[in-house]
């Protein structure tokens, strides 16, 4: 029942944005990325993976100082997603993006091989966006922006209730709810507005990403040929 299906989670992507609970957001956001997998819209579900992988490498970054075991038990708990996301890419014939979003599961066994300093740890890297990604996620970062300011203002004024608001906090507590009221109907409207703008914008970039990639492999095949047999290119 993918509509039902749809319309919690997009409530819980609205809810645990507003609490900031990137726990839960990965996952409203990893299960829109199943459902638009389901009723066959590649592009939407890739955006939401993306969106999902990003959170969980936020929550990486935030465990680094945790036991080793403890920071690969949490990727390899999460990994299905990294793959889902992947798969997608590949069958969609983004091989670049694909190849980006593997590195990060392989980014523990790189980090170990060149033993870097922690400081330097390149394990918390973000997966990039293209195309028309790009102008969505920045709408839907404009709004958590805009949350997050008015969710800040709504706690310093609830920490006041036991001492007493004035006549002005009281109008502009009320004012608040009713602002993220309207900001949860304006995000719930945008993932809306991405599940069915987003796939013809992106199919057009799509199919120009795949012909420069084809072009790319076309030249190091080229170049690998001037060189004769018994050459192997090995790529990391």
């Known amino acids: 029942q993918y509509d039902k299906a749809l319309l919690f989670d997009q409530r819980a992507y609205s809810s645990a944005q507003f609490a900031h609970v990137p726990e839960i957001l990965q996952v409203a956001q990893s299960n829109l990325g199943d459902i638009y997998a389901k009723q066959m819209n590649p592009s939407t579900a890739i955006f939401f993976y993306k969106e999902a992988v990003n959170t969980m490498q936020s929550i990486r970054s935030e465990s680094r100082g945790l036991d080793k075991s403890l920071q690969k038990s949490l990727l390899k708990k999460h990994a299905g997603i990294y793959k889902k996301l992947a798969k997608l890419l590949i069958d969609s014939g983004r091989l670049a993006e694909a190849q980006e979003v593997l590195f990060m599961l392989k980014e523990d066994e790189y980090f170990d091989f060149i033993r870097r300093d922690l400081m330097a740890d390149g394990r918390v890297t973000r997966m990039s966006y293209s195309g028309a ?3 969505y ?3 839907l970062e404009k709004i958590k922006s805009d949350d997050s300011k008015l969710v800040s203002r709504l706690e310093a004024l609830s920490m006041q209730l036991n001492t007493g608001l004035t006549k002005d906090e009281e109008g502009e507590r009320a004012d608040i709810h009713d602002k993220l009221n309207k900001q949860d109907k304006l995000t719930i409207a945008l993932l809306e507005r991405i599940s069915t703008k987003l796939p013809s914008t992106q199919q057009q970039l799509t199919v120009e990403q795949v012909a420069e990639q ?9 170049q690998l040929a001037k060189l ?3 050459v192997t290119l090995v790529q990391y």
Do not use: F, L, P
């Open 228 to 230: 004769g047999e018994g």
């Open 214 to 222: 084809s072009k790319q492999t076309a030249g190091i095949q080229q």
């Open 133 to 135: 990604e790009k102008v």
């Open 137 to 139: 996620d920045a709408d």
